[in-house]
């Protein structure tokens, strides 16, 4: 959660959106009341944990579209921070801002980066090492098309470099954002397609080896590719403040539209790659698998975070419980740290490997959730109250993670 976010009745103004104006529509106003979509939180910070480690530890593979969890990740990101952030006024406002998400993200991406030297990598201090260590602790490396830059050090780090760019953006996009949504929308699904016509145009392969150009490292990692579904977020957010009155209070009608969605979402799911290479096939494959890489199965996670920050049936109900609260919390660390115990155990303790699936598999979970837990009260949270100047006074829970990558 953003330091902003302790500004409540400070909150430095209102903000009219196209006639809807809210009195509680402030800059920096709390998001407690958010606390299901940390909770959803955990879920996508999961998905992505099972993706990486499907096929170990006994786990059997699935085909549910798990890699989506970035996805899910990036429309949050949009929701939240244009909840907290409904305008950007002055440049102290936004540098106040940009400080608050340097110290949300880089503090802990730094750390993980010099555990996977200690742990695994190691430092040979090669031209190739170095180049590929200053591109990644910059978080730039996103920007480059190939795997073995992308993927160096903490492969996982490479969602951080696209959200660092989302944050960078974020001034210009927010800037009058009632009225120029749909051109924002409009051209960040332009720029996904531009993407799909220079990989068509250059006859790039959707895979191929680390030093080599892929539709996967352009469609699926680079920044432009992905800024649709963090402006998508920020549409959600827009469209909530504006209709999320109308979803039903009563806790029964809202249960069953909530599970309702969860449902179809699930079942859409398994059936979206067929669906993404359908409609590839029919205009022009990198198309396809542009949807595929997120845009396809976009609109259900759209639909979720609407519903959901309401939170007024019972699966709001259970993410805005205190356990899944702070398991969202930490879902940021347990992001970050994941591959790192995966590839320590890979390492240094292969045995892991020929263990019961009973034992193994408990085993690298309670590791990882340990270890995500000191990374946040350790390093995640103290450096982001030093950076930013926040008191250290305990707050309601919930509001640790809100506006995370």
């Known amino acids: 959660m953003c330091d902003e976010s302790k500004m409540g009745a400070r909150g430095l103004s209102t903000m009219r959106l196209d006639g809807l104006t809210s009195k509680r529509f402030l800059v920096g106003e709390k998001t407690d009341k958010l606390a299901p979509l940390t909770g959803l939180r955990f879920f996508a910070s999961a998905a992505i944990v099972y993706f990486h480690i499907q096929g170990s530890y006994g786990t059997e593979r699935i085909s549910f579209p798990l890699a989506n969890g970035v996805m899910l990740f990036f429309v949050l990101s949009g929701f939240i921070i244009t909840y907290v ?18 110290a949300r993200i880089w503090p802990l991406h730094l750390t993980c980066f010099f555990l996977t030297i200690i742990l695994y990598i190691g430092w040979q201090g090669s031209p190739e090492q170095t180049k590929n260590a200053v591109i990644n602790v910059l978080l730039l490396h996103a920007w480059v098309p190939f795997l073995s830059v992308i993927f160096s050090f903490n492969s996982v780090s490479w969602t951080i470099s696209v959200e660092a760019f989302f944050y960078v953006m974020f001034p210009l996009l927010i800037a009058n954002f009632g009225r120029t949504w749909i051109w924002k929308l409009s051209f960040a699904f332009g720029l996904g397609l531009m993407m799909c016509a220079i990989t068509a145009y250059a006859g790039v392969p959707i895979s191929g080896g680390p030093n080599q150009v892929i539709g996967t490292t352009l469609l699926s990692v680079n920044p432009l590719a992905r800024l649709f579904e963090f402006i998508s977020g920020m549409c959600c957010c827009l469209a909530w403040r504006r209709y999320g009155h109308l979803m039903p209070r009563s806790f029964a009608a809202a249960s069953v539209i909530e599970v309702a969605l969860i449902a179809f979402m699930l079942w859409y799911g398994l059936n979206v790659s067929a669906v993404s290479w359908a409609i590839g096939q029919a205009t022009f494959p990198p198309f396809g ?28 109900w259970v993410l805005g419980t205190r356990p899944l609260v702070f398991l969202g919390e930490i879902s940021f660390a347990t992001y970050m740290v994941h591959q790192i115990v995966q590839n320590s155990f890979t390492y240094h303790f292969s045995a892991l490997q020929g263990m019961p699936s ?28 030093w950076i930013t100047g926040r008191s250290r006074l305990r707050r309601p829970i919930g509001q640790e993670a809100m506006a995370a990558p």
Do not use: M
Not at 85 to 102: G, S
């Open 85 to 102: 952030y409904p305008e950007l006024p002055d440049q102290k406002v936004v540098i106040r801002y940009l400080t608050a998400r340097f």
């Open 289 to 316: 698998w542009w949807l595929n890489f997120g845009p396809a199965l976009l609109p259900c996670a759209v639909a979720l975070i609407f519903v959901l920050a309401s939170g007024h049936g019972v699966v709001g």
């Open 358 to 385: 009973w034992l193994a598999l408990p085993t690298y979970l309670l590791t990882t959730f340990i270890a995500s837990t000191v990374l946040f009260l350790v390093v995640e949270r103290p450096a982001r109250n």
